[in-house]
Structures are given as C-alpha cells and as structure tokens.
C-alpha cells in the first residue's frame, strides 16, 4: 500500500506542501481568493485577455452556434471549421506552412515529440526545460542529453558525440518559464545548421510576448526553416486554453498520423477555439496591450533591481525574486498574501534555487505595482 499520510508529512516537513486555492472571481490584475481581493502576480495572462469581454463573447456565441463538447477526436469528426480557422491563423503567425492545434501545451510536447524522436535518436535538452518537454524526451525512447541552461558550446560538445545517431534533435524552451530568461536561438540555429539537427522550440511564453506577439523567432529576426518545430499555446498570453505546433506541411500531416496525444484525445470544444481565434484577433488589432505589457515589465524589473533584488537574467515578464532559503521565499509569500497580494513561492523540486515568480501583466495598474514594491520594502 502507499502510505499517504507518511509521504504527505515527509513534504510538509521540507516545507514542500502544495495547496490549492478557489478563485471566485476572472482571472485578471484583481481576483478573489477564499472570499477575499488580491493583486494577482500570478498569472500568465501578459495580454490581459483571459477575461476580455469580446474572448469570452467569442467563446459564448460558439457555444451557441456549435454546442461545448466534442464529443470524439479530431479523426473522429469532433473538429470544427473553427479548429481549420484556427490553424491557418497559427501558420501565418509563425511564418509556416501549417500549424496543428493540440489539446495543451503539455498534451503537444508529450504528443510531437515522441512523435518525431524515437530509438536511435538523439535529444538535446536545455537542463531548464519545462517539464512536459522532459516528459515527451522520456517518453520517446530516444536518447537523452541534457546541455548547461543556455550553453550553446556544452551543446555543441553533445552533438559532436552523437554524429551517428539516426537524428538529432535540440529541444528548448525559448522563454524560461520559471526565470523569464529567452533561449540564445541565434547561436542555436547556426549549430543545428551545421550539425544537421531540428530545432523544436517551446513559444508557450513568447507567444503573444515576443517579437511583436509573433513569438521567438520574430524577435530575433530569424525565418522560420522547415527543419524547425514552432510549438505554443494559446493559454498564457492569449488568455484561451490549448496549444498548437506550426511547421511545414508534410510535419503536420505526420503528427495527424502519429501523434498519440492527438489522435487519442477528444477534439478541444468549439468554444475554446472560438477565443483562442478572437485573442488572436485581438492581439493583432490592438498594440496597445502589448506596449503596455512591455512598459509595466520595464518599471518593475527596474525596481526590484534598484531594491537590490536579484531577478536573475530575465528579460520577459516574469520575473524570478530570488531569496537566500525555502523558508524566506514561502514566507515571503505569505506575508505579501496577508497583505493582499498574490505571488506564488517556486521551491524545489520545480526550481533548485527558491524564489517568489512575479508575471507582471498589461492590466496592472502603476498603483498595484507601487503595492506590491512596499510589502517588498518592509520585508
Ligand atoms: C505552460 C507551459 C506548457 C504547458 O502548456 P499548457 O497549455 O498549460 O499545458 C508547456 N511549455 C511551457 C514552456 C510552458 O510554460
């Protein structure tokens, strides 16, 4: 039998204990947690989205049109002409061919990457990847490498012991989800280039953030290659839900054929795709959100620092808020609660140095940063 209780208080003890908390209110700069208003620095909602009048009407008016459920997979018929609108909205963003929309972004790296790695390839992973990346590299059977956080030159030096493997495969995130850093994918094109290997890149967080909302390639200026596998989701910036990989068209049509999390998984509702198509439209029309996201993440970057904060390398709109122990970044925590502001402590084993993760978003206010910048400074 699994003992629980034993295991249960093991973690306690490490203060490790996670709990869950009931939001009765939108996601959004202000929400309601247990009955009671905080400033949310929790979120990835960078666009302020997740809660636009027009996303959710998108979503309704679908609902109306197309009932919510699937009802089987997308081979099954359970797809929508929403899900095709969808996914040539994607391609064109990305700069691809095609794009294919997944259930999540956990379902898409769990589903493409075993996908197109299997025994006798090689993986190269940055040892910062998010877990559903570490997950679909098990799951494939391939073998694993995983090179120094950004290191292009311990990467190189991976590759370089692999040259016989069937293919290769370098795989990164290209914003870091919990240090807000972005991937060196410039130095990671131009060694994939020279040693034959695909470049899968994780735009969760650039997608909506970066390179004018066009994500990580835009924002360094590089064109998309058919040896590259753009995936990202829908849920963070674009304040929907679900995920999509973009690519050339005979890629798509092979992970329509193989991809496990895609073809053994009900379609996603209608509704869903309803709002990730208007927060698209939405990001496209309306720049503003985008600037604005950009200015509150420069003054609040710039104050933790000049607090003498450590935030790391980041470059994005999360910010990491390093403390020296476990303890400091729970307690943090807790006092920035009891004051009314939400932000979560990070602790191993998701992270091996403990912090507060801030994501700042375009619909916070001057004053709610102000808020959370004086708890900061009576700590
Ligand atoms: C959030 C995230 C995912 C998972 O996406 P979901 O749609 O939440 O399942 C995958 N990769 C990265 C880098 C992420 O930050």
Redesign the pocket.
């Known amino acids: 039998m699994f003992d629980f209780d034993n295991e249960l208080s093991a973690l306690k003890k490490k203060g490790l204990l996670r709990h869950l908390l009931w939001r009765s209110s939108a996601q959004g700069p202000l929400v309601t947690i247990n009955g009671r208003r905080y400033v949310n620095f929790g979120s990835?909602d960078y666009l302020g989205l997740a809660a636009h009048p027009l996303v959710a009407g998108a979503a309704r008016d679908a609902a109306l049109r197309f009932g919510f459920g699937a009802g089987a997979s997308r081979l099954l018929a359970g797809g929508t002409a929403l899900h095709e609108r969808l996914e040539r909205s994607v391609a064109r963003l990305k700069g691809t061919e095609a794009a294919l929309v997944f259930n999540?972004?956990?379902?898409?790296?769990t589903g493409i990457i075993p996908a197109i790695a299997g025994e006798g390839d090689a993986l190269f992973s940055d040892e910062l990847?998010?877990a559903?990346?570490v997950d679909g590299c098990r799951l494939s059977r391939a073998r694993r490498h995983i090179y120094r956080h950004r290191d292009v030159s311990d990467l190189e030096g991976l590759l370089g012991k692999e040259k016989r493997a069937r293919r290769r495969i370098v795989l990164t995130?290209s914003?870091f989800?919990m240090d807000g850093d972005i991937a060196p994918l410039p130095g990671l094109c131009e060694v994939c280039t020279r040693h034959g290997a695909m470049l899968y890149i994780?735009d969760?967080?650039a997608t909506g953030v970066l390179g004018g909302g066009r994500g990580s390639l835009a924002h360094f200026g590089i064109r998309a290659e058919p040896w590259m596998v753009q995936m990202g989701?829908f849920?963070?910036a674009l304040g929907s839900?679900?995920?999509f990989v973009a690519g050339s068209r005979e890629m798509i049509d092979w992970l329509v054929n193989t991809a496990r999390t895609f073809v053994f998984s009900t379609a996603l509702p209608a509704p869903v795709i309803a709002a990730s198509l208007k927060a698209m439209a939405v990001m496209r029309r309306d720049a503003s959100r985008l600037k604005r996201l950009q200015e509150n993440r420069s003054s609040l970057a710039a104050a933790l620092q000049a607090r003498g904060w450590n935030i790391r390398s980041s470059e994005t709109p999360i910010l990491p808020v390093l403390t020296r122990t476990v303890e400091e970044a729970t307690s943090l925590s807790q006092l920035l609660f009891s004051r009314g502001v939400y932000a979560p402590a990070i602790r191993p084993p998701t992270v091996t140095a403990p912090r507060i993760r801030l994501t700042v978003t375009a619909a916070h206010t001057a004053a709610q940063i102000e808020r959370l910048l004086r708890i900061l400074d009576a700590y």
């Open positions: 990835n999540s972004g956990y379902a898409a790296n990847n998010h559903s990346i995130d914003v989800s994780d969760a967080h989701t849920s963070k839900f679900g995920a």
